[in-house]
């Protein structure tokens, strides 16, 4: 389906027809779309110009800078980073039980742990300063995208003075704290010989005696990787909890996967590509419930397609949810959990390359694919090891929209140690 709506002045071409998006940016240069200005103006308290945001020379300039710090060798070392940060979670569900407690919100210990790894991993963050920024960004993310703000209306920032003032408060204490924490660790030595991201974003602008990034695209490039790097993990780890408690014969399944992989051992880096049936699970979930529902572009010249001229300006909005839902690209079987659609096939059986997204497509794909399947794994196997999972009486179902495709009310999970 493809048609044209406006969102205050701002006309916008839907699209939830992979063929049109492939015959779209077949054509397209990275340069000839960027990503809607309205939307831009919107999130800067949460993005600022972080690489998600960015267009044209600065965003190649940015990805070169950014990728090195997702190579496997680094990927690597982050892995016990992981199982130290699960563990702790798991001990204190060990805890919670051994006082009685019946139930586990499994979605908000996910984001706090998923935070952490973000925070040790890329930043080298401690505990008090990692805790302030995940809890003003999700301050900020409420503010920004539950309630109904008209983004691109004009004038909409006057009707909605308080949201507008809150968020570009809640931005301006993240950009501190995370401001001070690149000054200490350009004031220490150490800071600069570390393989994390924001030792490799300091070391580019040190090493080259350039200020190649300014301070202000540091932070924003920290934030944006804070955000981007815990909540879509979690997420996708928050919603596969769900799934498996529905479905406990999925739950032996992996087990028995992950007994076979490891003997019984501690989970290693170099057998995480074994874990197959896992790797079904994750790719069927982010189908069910893309963590990154939709994604935006807007035309920076005219384009194209099937002799229809989009013009300049016009923005784009690509439904991910809805193609990831289409029964005439996944048969009638669309809405149920069958994680062996992608036994022999890495696109599930879907009819169209691009009817399935979840880590969007051409040269702005996610960044962080990589690290965000490598701790889907590490943690679900902690947790599958450990627990046994089925679904509370108290979980309500309601997946909306929050920028990413949030559980709203929770997810409250039964869970029992093995
Ligand atoms: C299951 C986990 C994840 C999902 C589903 C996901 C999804 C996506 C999607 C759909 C995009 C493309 C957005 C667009 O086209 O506008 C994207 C881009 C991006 N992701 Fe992820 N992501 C995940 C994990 C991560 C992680 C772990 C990080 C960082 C550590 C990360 C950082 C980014 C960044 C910085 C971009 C922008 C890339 C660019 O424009 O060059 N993501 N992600």
């Given at each position: 389906m493809v048609f044209v709506y406006w969102l205050g002045t701002e006309p916008f071409l839907y699209i939830a027809e992979p063929e049109f998006l492939r015959r779209m940016s077949k054509g397209v240069l990275g340069k000839s779309w960027g990503k809607p200005?309205?939307?831009k103006h919107d999130r800067k308290p949460m993005f600022g110009n972080g690489l998600l945001m960015l267009e044209g020379d600065d965003w190649i300039h940015h990805r070169r800078i950014i990728t090195p710090a997702f190579s496997p060798a680094n990927l690597q070392a982050m892995a016990s980073s992981m199982v130290e940060s699960t563990t702790k979670m798991l001990d204190k569900w060990t805890s919670l039980l051994n006082c009685g407690c019946l139930e586990i919100d499994v979605e908000r210990e996910i984001i706090l742990t998923a935070g952490e790894i973000i925070a040790k991993t890329s930043f080298g963050m401690d505990y008090a300063n990692w805790r302030q920024v995940l809890e003003k960004l999700r301050a900020l993310q409420i503010t920004l995208f539950k309630t109904n703000r008209y983004v691109g209306v004009p004038f909409s920032t006057i009707?909605?003075?308080r949201q507008t003032l809150e968020a570009k408060k809640l931005g301006k204490d993240i950009d501190y704290l995370l401001f001070s924490i690149i000054e200490d660790r350009r004031n220490s030595n150490a800071g600069y010989h570390q393989n994390n991201l924001l030792g490799l974003l300091l070391q580019e602008n040190h090493e080259e005696r350039r200020k190649t990034l300014t301070t202000r695209e540091?932070?924003?490039?920290?934030k944006t990787f804070f955000f981007g790097g815990h909540e879509t993990s979690a997420l996708a780890l928050a919603w596969t909890m769900l799934v498996?408690?529905?479905?406990?014969?999925?739950?032996n399944q992996l087990r028995e996967e992950i007994t076979q992989v490891t003997g019984n051992k501690e989970i290693v880096f170099s057998r995480l590509a074994k874990l197959n049936k896992m790797g079904w699970v994750l790719n069927e979930v982010l189908r069910l419930y893309s963590p990154a529902p939709n994604a935006q572009r807007q035309t920076r010249e005219d384009i194209t397609v099937n002799n229809l001229t989009i013009p300049k300006g016009t923005n784009v909005w690509i439904d991910v949810v809805s193609m990831h839902h289409d029964p005439n690209l996944w048969g009638e079987d669309v809405n149920e959990f069958k994680p062996e659609?992608?036994?022999?096939?890495?696109?599930?059986?879907?009819k169209h390359k691009m009817g399935y997204l979840p880590f969007g497509f051409g040269g702005r794909m996610c960044i962080g694919r990589n690290l965000s399947m490598m701790e889907y794994k590490i943690v679900l196997s902690l947790m599958l090891t450990r627990f046994s999972f089925s679904l509370s009486p108290n979980y309500s179902h309601s997946p909306r929209i929050m920028l990413s495709l949030r559980p709203s009310l929770g997810i409250p999970l039964i869970v029992r140690p093995l």
């Amino acid at each position: 389906m493809v048609f044209v709506y406006w969102l205050g002045t701002e006309p916008f071409l839907y699209i939830a027809e992979p063929e049109f998006l492939r015959r779209m940016s077949k054509g397209v240069l990275g340069k000839s779309w960027g990503k809607p200005s309205v939307f831009k103006h919107d999130r800067k308290p949460m993005f600022g110009n972080g690489l998600l945001m960015l267009e044209g020379d600065d965003w190649i300039h940015h990805r070169r800078i950014i990728t090195p710090a997702f190579s496997p060798a680094n990927l690597q070392a982050m892995a016990s980073s992981m199982v130290e940060s699960t563990t702790k979670m798991l001990d204190k569900w060990t805890s919670l039980l051994n006082c009685g407690c019946l139930e586990i919100d499994v979605e908000r210990e996910i984001i706090l742990t998923a935070g952490e790894i973000i925070a040790k991993t890329s930043f080298g963050m401690d505990y008090a300063n990692w805790r302030q920024v995940l809890e003003k960004l999700r301050a900020l993310q409420i503010t920004l995208f539950k309630t109904n703000r008209y983004v691109g209306v004009p004038f909409s920032t006057i009707l909605f003075p308080r949201q507008t003032l809150e968020a570009k408060k809640l931005g301006k204490d993240i950009d501190y704290l995370l401001f001070s924490i690149i000054e200490d660790r350009r004031n220490s030595n150490a800071g600069y010989h570390q393989n994390n991201l924001l030792g490799l974003l300091l070391q580019e602008n040190h090493e080259e005696r350039r200020k190649t990034l300014t301070t202000r695209e540091l932070v924003d490039e920290c934030k944006t990787f804070f955000f981007g790097g815990h909540e879509t993990s979690a997420l996708a780890l928050a919603w596969t909890m769900l799934v498996l408690a529905v479905h406990p014969e999925w739950q032996n399944q992996l087990r028995e996967e992950i007994t076979q992989v490891t003997g019984n051992k501690e989970i290693v880096f170099s057998r995480l590509a074994k874990l197959n049936k896992m790797g079904w699970v994750l790719n069927e979930v982010l189908r069910l419930y893309s963590p990154a529902p939709n994604a935006q572009r807007q035309t920076r010249e005219d384009i194209t397609v099937n002799n229809l001229t989009i013009p300049k300006g016009t923005n784009v909005w690509i439904d991910v949810v809805s193609m990831h839902h289409d029964p005439n690209l996944w048969g009638e079987d669309v809405n149920e959990f069958k994680p062996e659609r992608f036994e022999n096939d890495l696109y599930g059986g879907c009819k169209h390359k691009m009817g399935y997204l979840p880590f969007g497509f051409g040269g702005r794909m996610c960044i962080g694919r990589n690290l965000s399947m490598m701790e889907y794994k590490i943690v679900l196997s902690l947790m599958l090891t450990r627990f046994s999972f089925s679904l509370s009486p108290n979980y309500s179902h309601s997946p909306r929209i929050m920028l990413s495709l949030r559980p709203s009310l929770g997810i409250p999970l039964i869970v029992r140690p093995l």
